[in-house]
């Protein structure tokens, strides 16, 4: 996917955001064509401590998540940080079939008068008791070879939110070009389920890939870490000359699901 075509659509998308929510909730909710690759949004809404979590949770389940069910989008996740290293943060992740998707949700919204009678007072909060610190976001194409996201079947689950960080385009590409020409595949051998892969497109501390593994629980992902680092067929990925100088700087976070997350 070209980025003059990404624009194509997002124009496209606002002018038919213009002539209401039900034209926008037709493009939303379109089929993707075969083959097309997903977008996602990767939100981190980051809160000061655990006591601003209620709220969020509620506008998410009650409000946000039945408004993009309606618009098409999804599945939705929402995810809350596990781990010595945890925080207050709530992470959502958002799937969009296309640009077009993209660029039109937020008039979406906006044109959605139960959600945003619903909505008012967390969206309206006061400056002395704000819902949140701030959301980051970042968007991102998925990968060709995993074009949709695959929802993890195992309940309960542990996930793994993995950014790889390249010092360079070049290299950033060549390591996007080793997960489509094989690496992806190399998970579920381990004991993994794939959830996502996305390159970003939109985002700080670029240039950076994305991706989230599920494993049943903690001992199952350190086994499943250990069993693709001595995989042949990681082995022999790695140490392909295509792909030399493409070990990127890594970022682990480790999440699970809320009780409304539909991933």
């Not at 809160?47 to 098409?72: E, N, T, V």
């Not at 995810?79 to 709530?90: H, L, Q, R, W």
């Not at 950076?208 to 680092?229: H, I, T």
Request: with cysteine; proline share 8%; aromatic share 10%.
């Amino acid at each position: 996917m070209q980025r003059r075509n990404f624009l194509k659509a997002s124009l496209t998308a606002s002018s038919v955001a213009a002539c209401g929510l039900a034209a926008t909730s037709q493009l939303l909710a379109a089929a993707p064509a075969p083959g097309e690759r997903e977008l996602y949004e990767w939100r981190t809404y980051r809160l000061k401590d655990k006591a601003q979590q209620p709220a969020l949770h509620d506008y998410l389940k009650s409000a946000a998540l039945p408004a993009w069910k309606k618009l098409g989008l999804g599945p939705v996740g929402a995810f809350t940080e596990i781990g010595p290293d945890a925080g207050p943060s709530v992470h959502v992740l958002l799937v969009y079939p296309n640009p077009a998707a993209f660029a039109a949700a937020r008039d979406a919204l906006e044109a959605d008068e139960a959600f945003t009678a619903a909505t008012n007072a967390y969206r309206t909060a006061k400056r002395e008791s704000p819902a949140y610190d701030g959301i980051d976001s970042s968007l991102m194409l998925a990968f060709t070879a995993a074009p949709k996201i695959t929802p993890p079947a195992q309940k309960p689950r542990v996930l793994e939110l993995r950014t790889y960080k390249n010092h360079n385009d070049d290299r950033a590409r060549a390591k996007v070009a080793m997960f489509n020409d094989g690496e992806c595949d190399i998970f579920p051998k381990c004991g993994f389920e794939n959830v996502f892969f996305g390159e970003t497109l939109v985002g700080d501390d670029q240039p950076n890939l994305k991706y989230m593994l599920a494993a049943p629980d903690m001992a199952a992902n350190e086994k499943g870490w250990k069993a693709f680092l001595e995989s042949p067929d990681f082995i022999r990925m790695r140490d392909d000359a295509k792909y030399a100088d493409t070990q990127p700087a890594i970022t682990k976070l480790f999440l699970e699901p809320t009780d409304y997350s539909q991933i």
